[in-house]
Each structure stands twice: as C-alpha cells, then as structure tokens.
C-alpha cells in the first residue's frame, strides 16, 4: 500500500464492534531517535500490551529489532480499538518496513493474530466476522492455524503457525484452512419428549408454540417435569436456515462461544441464570458484547424461575421481542445485534410453589403471592401467547413407564404446520415472518367462520379479554388450524386456543 522508501508500510486489519469486523489500516512508519514502539489511533489497554508481545516474538522468530523510534498508527483514529488480533498485523508492518520480509501479496490479505512470546500465532475470537469482512472485501484472511475453523463458501482463508515462516513470504508461508468437522460429545444423551411422562397438554402446548413462533409460560409445582419439557423445545424445531445460522454462527464465535453443536445443525438453547443483569441478558459492558437473547438468535431462550428475575431485567425484553434484535447506543456509536428467538419461560405458583398442588398445602401469605405473581404480568405477559399449567404427574404413569408423544411425532407436527403456514400466506402475497402483528385491526386476517367468530365474542364478554387478548386467541387458533392445514379457523380450534390462554393477561 505505501513504498518501502519512505519507510512506510500499511496492512489490512479488522476490529470487532459489536459482532461486526470494522476495518483498520496497521500503519508502521520509521524514524531516528530513541528506539521504541509509540502505538496512537484511540488503542485500549489490550493492544498497548502489544508491544511487549511483538518485540519478544520477533527476537525468538531470530528477526533483528529495528534501532529506530516505531510509530503505529491504526486508523480510522475516531474509532476505539479493543482485542490482541493487532499483534500479527503490527508485526508484519514492521517486519516490512524494515526489510526482513518480502512485501509480494501483503496488500491482498487481511491479517489477524495474537503472538506468544515465542512466536506463536495463536487464536481470537471472532473469526466468522472476520471472514465474512474478507469476503466481501476481496481479501485473503490470515489467521493462526490453531482453534476451530468455520467453514464458509467464498471466503479465501489461509493461516500459519509461527511468525519466523513469514520470511518465505505470505503466500509460501501460509496453507489453505479446511473447517474442522463439528465435535459433539457422545457422552450427552439425546433428549427425546417420550422421557417425559404424564405431560400430554404440555406437550401439545409446545408443538403449538413451536409451529406459530409463539411465546410459551408454563406454570407448575416443583417436580413436575417443565425443565425436561423446556431442554427439548429445539429437538422439535426445524432445522436453521443458512442466514440465520450464519449469524448465529457469526455471534457465538464473537463471544467465544463453542460452535460446534450449530455447526451439526442444532439451535441455540440458553438458559441463564435469574440472577443475570439486564447487560448480561440483553447485551452491553465494555466492550460491548452481545447477551444471551442475541446467543439465543435461531434458538430458544429458556428463563426457568421466571418469578425470581428482577422485574426490571424482564422488562428490557419488551422491545427484542417485538423487533427481533436489540439496539444498544453508546458514546462511541450503536450496536446492532440480531435476537429473533423462542421464548420458553418456567415459573412456580408461588414463593413455595405449592399453590394449587391436589397434595401439598401451600405455605405463602396471600401479599406474598401476589407480589411474586405480579412479575407474571404487565407488558411482558403479552407478549407471552401460550400460558399453561403443568401438574406433577400421577405416580403410576411414572411407574408404568406409558410415553406419549415422542419427539419424532411432535416434530412431524410443528412441520407441518410451519409448511402450511407458509404456503396459505404465500397465497395472500405475504411474507412469513416470527413476528406477526398483535393489533387487534388483524383479527379479521386470521380467517375465522362464523362459529369462531361468535366463541371469540362470547368469550371476550365472559372473560373481559381486551383487544390484545383476542388476538393472542386468534393467534393460537390460527396456528392449530395451520396444524390441521385448514384455511379457516374452525369452532374447535377456538375452543382448544381458549383452553391456552392461560392465567396472564390484562383482561
């Protein structure tokens, strides 16, 4: 990019921002005075350490140490830098600058790497979003060859080992990467809904909410099987499509995150903990990171204890769940993650968890279970479709071991209904979409007949539902009709939809 002459040279880096690489030109020039490396362009802590990395590889690799005042700069110097994959782009400026190494091919690749001490190239996070900056700019991604490599179409990715091979030159030095085939632990049983007993109206309630994209509570005592169901939600969805496997793909190798269950084809299942923050749910920190909606992307977000998260917390999903990604802004710019997952939560009762239980007397004072139900409601509530009680089941269908729907079954369903769902809003020019409206100006859209039509009225009369629960009903019956592959959404299915409304709403 610049002539050696003048003792300049410039390398193509990246930087991760959010889970986008931003590209960073590695300037290097050259100049008497007391030796050292002065590194400017708004760099954090992690790159300043840079320094240190590079000059002890250099000296192991056996390169000389330029008796010179080195300055770095990484532009653009409006943009803040955060990572150690500056260490190889760095090092080969230099490298170049001074002459040790030949400049053929440099200018085509994009470099990213961090040095041991020994001069090891060694791994970073991030690599998906490095490979797709590679590729829609026409460069050749550089990389280390350790760590577990992503297979993309179209992306011209070679890596190397050490930083003394460099004096080959790039393109003798580094070797095409082929992606590692994906590693699943044998060892982890395969989750299948036959484990579960005694939980058919659970179970149904699930295919009905995988089929529409639906938002799904299920409320119960403790032992009552709602993890088990919850761990097997992703075992009954489709498989990911290309895109949307891409970012995820793009968001876990950002974080860090193993891959390699995506990588076989599997959805996200993420089930944190209810004491996370509102960062670590939706995303934030310094740098900014994606949270766990975003790693959910695809997948299924899974907040089991629903009543012991801060109200607060919850609240910040409103807006995710409605738009399918989270923005968040700060000083130095906004972050834009994708968050289109399935929302799966699990509750108690009450603070005991035996309200309502056929066997066990509930303990909890009356204030005390209203303030841990009023976590339940409010704005999150609509956007949660299905609400359902899950009992404990009767010990003798434990004992008897009698399996209903297995996942193999339920799977077949929830296709079904997705394939029908796309061919009848095909028909009408729409486009499908994990997002429907919920304003009640659609509920002529759904295609009720005429007996629907009269159960929804005399149920929004006996029950005082509102205008969003009306939809949310609409919402359900449509999508067991789009099970059954009817166009129009009959009496039973209204009645079966009514029976899912469950214990939130506003009404």
């Not at 001069?119 to 350790?146: I, M, P």
């Not at 976590?375 to 009767?394: Q, T, Y």
Request: aromatic share 4%; proline share 5%.
């Amino acid at each position: 990019m610049s002539g050696q002459a003048s003792r300049v040279f410039a390398v193509h880096a990246a930087c991760l921002k959010g889970v986008e690489a931003h590209p960073v030109t590695v300037e290097v020039s050259m100049s008497d005075g007391i030796p050292g490396i002065t590194l400017v362009g708004m760099v954090d802590s992690s790159i300043m350490e840079a320094r240190g990395r590079i000059r002890c590889a250099l000296r192991s690799a056996g390169y000389d140490i330029p008796r010179k005042h080195i300055t770095v700069n990484l532009a653009p110097g409006d943009m803040r830098k955060t990572g150690s994959g500056f260490d190889v782009p760095i090092a080969v400026a230099i490298l170049v600058a001074s002459g040790q190494i030949p400049c053929e091919g440099i200018d085509d690749c994009l470099f990213v790497g961090e040095l041991a001490l020994d001069g090891t190239v060694n791994h970073v996070k991030g690599e998906v979003a490095f490979q797709l900056y590679a590729r829609d700019h026409h460069l050749t991604l550089v990389t280390s060859r350790s760590g577990d490599h992503v297979p993309m179409e179209g992306v011209d990715h070679v890596a190397f080992d050490h930083i003394g091979m460099l004096r080959l030159g790039v393109r003798d030095a580094c070797s095409a990467v082929r992606g590692n085939p994906a590693r699943i632990d044998s060892d982890i049983p395969t989750l299948d809904f036959s484990d579960v007993l005694g939980q058919d109206m659970a179970k149904r309630g699930m295919v009905i909410a995988a089929a529409g994209n639906l938002g799904m509570l299920m409320i119960g005592t403790p032992g009552a099987g709602k993890t088990m169901l919850a761990k097997r939600m992703t075992t009954i969805l489709p498989p990911l499509e290309e895109t949307v496997k891409q970012e995820a793909l793009c968001i876990h190798s950002v974080v860090g995150e193993p891959i390699d269950r995506l990588l076989a084809g599997e959805r996200p299942f993420r089930c944190p903990h209810h004491s996370i923050s509102s960062a670590g749910l939706i995303g934030g920190g310094r740098p900014v990171r994606p949270g766990e909606i975003s790693l959910a992307h695809g997948g299924v977000l899974h907040l089991d204890e629903l009543g012991e998260f801060s109200a607060h917390v919850l609240q910040t999903l409103r807006q995710p769940m409605e738009s399918g990604r989270v923005r968040i802004v700060r000083a130095d710019g906004s972050y834009l993650f994708p968050a289109r997952f399935q929302l799966l939560a699990a509750s108690n009762p009450c603070p005991c968890g035996y309200l309502g239980d056929r066997e066990v007397v509930c303990t909890c004072a009356p204030a005390a279970i209203e303030r841990y139900r009023s976590k339940l409601s409010g704005p999150l509530a609509d956007r949660i479709d299905i609400c359902i009680d899950v009992m404990r089941p009767d010990p003798e269908l434990i004992v008897r071991g009698d399996e209903g729907l297995d996942t193999a079954a339920m799977g077949a369903l929830v296709e079904r209904g997705r394939a029908y769902r796309v061919w009848r809003r095909s028909r009408s020019g729409l486009r499908d979409t994990d997002t429907p409206s919920r304003t009640s100006g659609d509920i002529g859209s759904y295609g009720l007949d005429e007996k629907s039509e009269r159960i929804l009225i005399t149920l929004a009369h006996t029950s005082s539902l509102t205008a969003r629960g009306m939809v949310r009903v609409c919402r359900i019956a449509r999508t067991i009709a789009d099970i059954e592959e009817s166009e129009r959404i009959l009496e039973r299915h209204m009645l079966e939809a009514s029976m899912f409304r469950g214990r939130l709403t506003d009404e």
